[in-house]
T-cell receptor
Framework: AQSVSQHNHHVILSEAASLELGCNYS??????LFWYVQYPGQHLQLLLK??????LVKGIKGFEAEFIKSKFSFNLRKPSVQWSDTAEYFC??????????FGQGTELSVKP | GAVVSQHPSRVICKSGTSVKIECRSL??????MFWYRQFPKQSLMLMAT?????????EQGVEKDKFLINHASLTLSTLTVTSAHPEDSSFYIC?????????????FGPGTRLTVL
């Protein structure tokens, strides 16, 4: 069965700290991987995606993620977080037929 | 841009009544839309895939007679929660896939908060 697991439920950081959110997936086929962000009171927005090619993917707002096939991982990183990065972050994988399978989400709180 | 709207954003209803939620792609056509349910502090769970002009495909465990989906046009899909009960209270989110490819990007609506009393 396809699944996505996010290791951290709630992460609290101070501004300027570095961020890494873990994501592991379970899927036997060709994977397309995504990170979405949901700011408070807003809809889901795509941060970045990996379809093929360079496993280090750069997204919007300074975020990046690295696809490591051998570890079935797609961790999200940002060198220096800002208060405005406070949000819920979801990792997702494209399953059969293009359906998105989401991880449990990680709530990020950044202290000013 | 690719904007998806949902209406209403929030609805409160009595147990036993039916509620209709609309999902519209405002600036693109979407042959496929998806309906998700999100519980507090939990992930989005796919309920069904809505295909324009054909029957929706429901995920395992989702009652198709309770959650009626209609995708009558390329810009509108509706989800009707029939005979709603308190356990149906949740946050319902739709997404619309731009273009015909199965792996094209999905754009999400802002969600509808349903509270059943």
């Amino acid at each position: 069965a396809q699944s996505v697991s996010q290791h951290n439920h709630h992460v609290i950081l101070s501004e300027a700290a570095s961020l890494e959110l873990g994501c592991n997936y379970s899927y036997g086929g060709t994977v397309n991987l995504f990170w979405y962000v949901q700011y408070p009171g807003q809809h889901l927005q795509l941060l970045l995606k990996y379809f093929s090619g360079d496993p280090l993917v750069k997204g919007i707002k300074g975020f990046e993620a690295e696809f490591i096939k051998s570890k079935f991982s797609f961790n999200l990183r940002k060198p220096s977080v800002q208060w405005s990065d406070t949000a819920e972050y979801f990792c997702a994988v494209n399953g059969q037929g293009g359906k998105l399978i989401f991880g449990q989400g990680t709530e990020l709180s950044v202290k000013p | 841009g690719a904007v998806v709207s949902q209406h209403p954003s929030r609805v409160i209803c009595k147990s036993g009544t039916s509620v209709k939620i609309e999902c519209r792609s405002l600036d693109f056509q979407a042959t496929t839309m998806f309906w998700y349910r999100q519980f507090p502090k939990q992930s989005l769970m796919l309920m069904a895939t809505s295909n324009e002009g054909s029957k929706a495909t429901y995920e395992q465990g989702v009652e198709k007679d309770k959650f009626l989906i209609n995708h009558a046009s390329l810009t509108l899909s509706t989800l009707t929660v029939t005979s709603a009960h308190p356990e149906d209270s949740s946050f319902y989110i739709c997404s619309a896939r731009k273009g015909g490819g199965a792996y094209n990007e999905q754009f999400f609506g802002p969600g509808t908060r349903l509270t059943v009393l």
